[in-house]
């Protein structure tokens, strides 16, 4: 396992150095839609401090992260009308981390309905922006 590396694509969002459609935001956590989403309403968390995945975070800030993390998985479920939920966490290579910024993704789940394939496209940014109001409007 190598160390964090800050040019990761994550990290330049938190910089501000390229976009994204902010669901939430405190000191501490920042939360926006993944731009390749696969289910409506996919929702990345991630901590502002630099933590490369689950492997390299202590347990203050983690239980901090997981705490906002359900905060808006509640305000998704409520936000699309969920049946269910769906929380992912890749670290490694091998357990399929693509971004080495920590993050957990929050996928609102439909009964009877898969979750789309890994496709490589980007989703249409006023549908991402739409999204993410809906979520901001849910967490109040
Ligand atoms: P993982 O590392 O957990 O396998 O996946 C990284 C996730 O980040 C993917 O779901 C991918 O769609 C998302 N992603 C990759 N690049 C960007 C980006 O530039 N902006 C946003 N919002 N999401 C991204």
New binding site residues.
């Given amino acids: 396992m190598s160390g964090y590396d800050d040019s990761n694509?994550?990290a330049?969002?938190l910089r501000g150095e390229?976009p994204?459609?902010k669901v939430y935001e405190d000191d501490s956590t920042l939360a926006?839609?993944?731009?390749?989403?696969?289910t409506d309403g996919?929702t990345?968390v991630i901590p502002k401090a630099p933590a490369r995945n689950l492997f390299d975070i202590a347990p203050e800030p983690l239980s901090d992260l997981i705490v906002k993390t359900q905060r808006i998985a509640i305000a998704a479920r409520a936000a699309f009308q969920a049946d269910g939920l769906t929380l992912?966490?890749?670290s490694e290579p091998a357990g399929?981390?693509?971004?080495?910024h920590l993050?957990f993704?929050i996928l609102p789940r439909f009964e009877g309905v898969a979750l789309r394939p890994?496709t490589g496209e980007?989703a249409n940014p006023e549908l991402?922006a739409g999204h993410a109001a809906k979520i901001r409007a849910a967490l109040g």
């Avoid at 926006?32 to 696969?38: G, Y």
């Avoid at 399929?96 to 080495?100: D, H, K, L, N």
């Fill in positions: 694509i994550f330049r969002i390229i994204c459609h926006f839609m993944d731009i390749m989403p696969r996919h990345l992912q966490q890749f399929g981390q693509v971004v080495f993050h993704h890994h980007m991402l």
